[in-house]
Structure formats: structure tokens, C-alpha cells
């Protein structure tokens, strides 16, 4: 019996990145997508939508992915939109339809999973919270557990960041083939 890689037709970006803030965007951000760009690994960041189109187009975006990149960081809940699309993200992963690696940049991931109002991301969550529903509230709170108890990769203050940038390329590039493998073996010819 042989087998082919199929993959499916809507997957056509490798992996999407789920952020927060001007500051990831222009410097670990940048340096991530590069380092995805040399290692042709397809990326989909924010800033190749089209503007003035609608923000639910990220979550086709989302759908279109094979793999998400949650990185936290302090800013992160100050965004209903990221918080949003972690929801989306998280009900994906739950389905077996996406892969999702948390990143805690220069955040504990404890903070982030237990928004305690101690944190600095505690604080902003419950910043939002003031502003959003109950169900809102604990549709986020469901989709940061569900997120950050999978295995993630944590950079603090001390962290040099090409040394991380090149750790998460290689993650990627593990989950990218057992993608791949799990792909042949449901898919024989």
C-alpha cells in the first residue's frame, strides 16, 4: 500500500500569529517572521490583511492554519480582539483542527492561566472584563486554561531572543512534519 501527502484545501497558511502590541510587532515579531520566511514556513500575520476589511476575516485566517502561535505578553488582554481569537483558536484545537503552542513572552505563564489581579496581565484582563459580559468572561478564561496548559515556550527578561526565535522555528518545523505525518497515514492511495 503506498500513501500521499494530502494536505487540505483550505490549510493555506502554516501558521498564524496571535498577538498584542506595537513593541512584539516590530521587534520579536519581525525577527519570528523572518526566521519563518528562510525556513519557507507560510505565516500569517495581521498586517497582510487587507485594510478595511472585516476583523472576522481572521477568523478564516485562523481556520486557514494549520498551526497558532498564542504569545502572551503583559499587553495581551488589553485586546478584546486577541482575547477573541484565542476563543476561536482554542475551540479549533479543542476539534483536533489546529495546533496551538503557547509563547509567555517576558510573562509567567501562571499569571496568564490564573489572571490573578497581582499581574500585570491579570490587571489588564480584568480591565476588559469590566467592559464585557459574564458569558464573554468566561469563554476567555476557558480558552487561556485550555491554551496555556499545553506545551509552550516561556522567554523572560534574560531571554536572548534569536535563541528563542530559532527554538520556536524548530518547534514549528516538528509539528509541521507530524502534520504531514498524520496527513499520509489518513490518506492512502
Not at 504569545?71 to 479543542?94: G, H, Q
Request: glycine residues 6%.
Amino acid at each position: 500500500m503506498s500513501y500521499m501527502t494530502v494536505s487540505p484545501a483550505k490549510k493555506v497558511h502554516q501558521v498564524f500569529l496571535n498577538f498584542r502590541g506595537e513593541e512584539l510587532r516590530y521587534n520579536f515579531v519581525s525577527h519570528l517572521g523572518d526566521a519563518f520566511e528562510r525556513h519557507n514556513i507560510k505565516l500569517f500575520v495581521d498586517k497582510y490583511e487587507q485594510r478595511g476589511k472585516d476583523l472576522k476575516n481572521l477568523f478564516v485566517r485562523i481556520e486557514e492554519s494549520s498551526i497558532a502561535l498564542a504569545i502572551f505578553s503583559t499587553r495581551y488582554p488589553e485586546s478584546r480582539w486577541c482575547m477573541d481569537e484565542l476563543v476561536k483558536m482554542n475551540k479549533l484545537a479543542d476539534l483536533g483542527k489546529l495546533r496551538v503552542i503557547p509563547i509567555f513572552y517576558k510573562v509567567e505563564a501562571g499569571d496568564v492561566r490564573k489572571q490573578t489581579g497581582d499581574s500585570e496581565f491579570g490587571k489588564n484582563f480584568w480591565r476588559l472584563a469590566e467592559a464585557s459580559s459574564g458569558d464573554q468572561i468566561k469563554k476567555w478564561k476557558e480558552a487561556l486554561e485550555g491554551i496555556t496548559n499545553k506545551m509552550g515556550l516561556s522567554l523572560g527578561d534574560n531571554s536572548v531572543e534569536s535563541d528563542s526565535v530559532k527554538e520556536i522555528v524548530e518547534g514549528v518545523q516538528r509539528v509541521i512534519e507530524l502534520i504531514g505525518l498524520e496527513e499520509e497515514v489518513r490518506s492512502p492511495i
